[in-house]
């Protein structure tokens, strides 16, 4: 079973930007989905990227279209997520997970491996 390990996150003034890597064990196939959450205090967590590590396919959530991008390394089996313009409403623990589902959707009951997850603060 893949699992997964977060880095990255941190206190960032608004409007700064932030790199966060999520490295995989291992991808175990072309056809993996890989995903970045954000779980923000005291709310659900909830898909804002994901990535096809075959060909680099991505799919975003409309909100973050805009300053999020998401990219990966197969090499190094990392997923990253580049957040730029940062605003309070980020705030919250980002986590990536592992799907097989090829969907244009990022729900968090298709996805697997969760990992620990790294901090995001923006103060307001």
């Known amino acids: 079973q893949v699992q997964f390990v977060e880095s990255g996150g941190g206190l960032v003034q608004p409007g700064g930007s932030l790199r966060l890597s999520c490295v995989a064990s291992?991808?175990?196939?072309?056809?993996?989905?890989i995903g970045w959450f954000r779980q923000a205090p005291g709310k659900e967590r909830e898909g804002v990227a994901r990535?096809?590590?075959?060909?680099?396919?991505?799919y975003y959530v409309p909100r973050v279209k805009d300053r999020f991008t998401i990219s990966r390394d197969n090499d190094k089996n990392t997923v990253y997520l580049d957040i730029s313009s940062l605003q309070p409403e980020d705030t919250g623990v980002y986590s990536c997970?592992?799907?097989?589902?090829?969907?244009?959707?990022?729900?968090?009951?298709?996805?697997?491996?969760w990992g620990q997850g790294t901090q995001v603060t923006v103060p307001s």
């Open positions: 291992a991808f175990s196939s072309e056809n993996d989905i």
């Open positions: 997970a592992v799907s097989t589902y090829d969907i244009l959707t990022i729900a968090q009951m298709l996805y697997g491996s």
């Open positions: 990535i096809r590590t075959g060909d680099g396919h991505t």
